[in-house]
């Protein structure tokens, strides 16, 4: 069954320095998404892209946060500049379709710990 | 956004049918309700969605309520890895070429052998 994978799984990093997270959606899809869980709390929506561009963002998603699909296949997060609050679990998602007539297909997530 | 209402938690024995409910009465005619899982330690997972009509999947069954403001997930036979928090999320239209999900607390389901 095909799968959306996120690398690393566990990233620990200082305060400031930057961080990449990656992931590697199912192949055919055309819709990419990231979100975040922060320990305890909802599942939040980041950002969501479409055709090598943003097609919408939250108000979490500020100038520290970027998106890039750099080839076919990857799609990475960047955070520019971390603080301690950015500690959380960064899940990616793909569809096929938009949600409302399909499936998004989460991965396993990466925890970042900012310390 | 359609605001939805979800009991906090739900106990069930292995082997029995679960229902689980959730409320939307300000649901848009437009939008779709879908429902995803969250298993402990995991990503969201897709569950079941749905317009008007009951939907079938070999995850589980969807019952639509026939105004649309509630709806019921059902699992036939929890098993154990049935154990999660289960999310009702109406889709929204956000007026882009995607669309997002918005997760609420969810109902942590609990499933005892």
């Known amino acids: 069954e095909p799968e959306v994978t996120q690398t690393p799984s566990h990233q620990v990093t200082q305060m400031g320095q930057e961080v990449i997270l990656r992931c590697v959606p199912i192949s055919n899809h055309l819709y990419f998404y990231w979100y975040r869980q922060i320990l305890g709390q909802k599942v939040e929506f980041l950002v969501s892209?479409?055709?090598?561009?943003?097609?919408?963002k939250s108000e979490i998603f500020d100038d520290q946060f970027s998106v890039e699909r750099p080839d076919g296949s990857n799609f990475t997060l960047k955070i520019r500049s971390t603080k301690l609050e950015d500690s959380a679990m960064y899940f990616c998602?793909?569809?096929?379709?938009?949600?409302?007539?399909?499936?998004?297909?989460f991965g396993q997530g990466t925890r970042l710990t900012v310390v | 956004d359609a605001k939805t209402t979800q009991p906090n938690s739900m106990e069930s024995n292995e082997e029995e049918p679960v229902h689980l409910p959730c409320n939307h009465s300000t649901i848009s005619g437009t939008d779709y309700i879908h429902w995803y899982r969250q298993l402990p330690s995991q990503g969201p997972e897709y569950v079941i969605h749905?317009?008007?009509s009951n939907v079938n999947n070999r995850m589980a069954s969807l019952a639509i309520a026939e105004d649309r403001k509630s709806s019921t997930l059902i699992l036939h036979r929890a098993t154990l890895r049935d154990a999660a928090v289960y999310y009702c999320?109406?889709?929204?239209?956000?007026?882009?070429?995607?669309?997002?999900?918005?997760f609420g607390k969810g109902t942590l389901l609990t499933v005892n052998p």
């Open positions: 892209f479409y055709n090598n561009e943003i097609s919408e």
């Open positions: 999320i109406p889709s929204q239209n956000s007026g882009g070429s995607n669309y997002k999900l918005t």
């Open positions: 998602a793909s569809s096929e379709e938009r949600y409302v007539i399909g499936e998004a297909f």
């Open positions: 749905g317009l008007t």
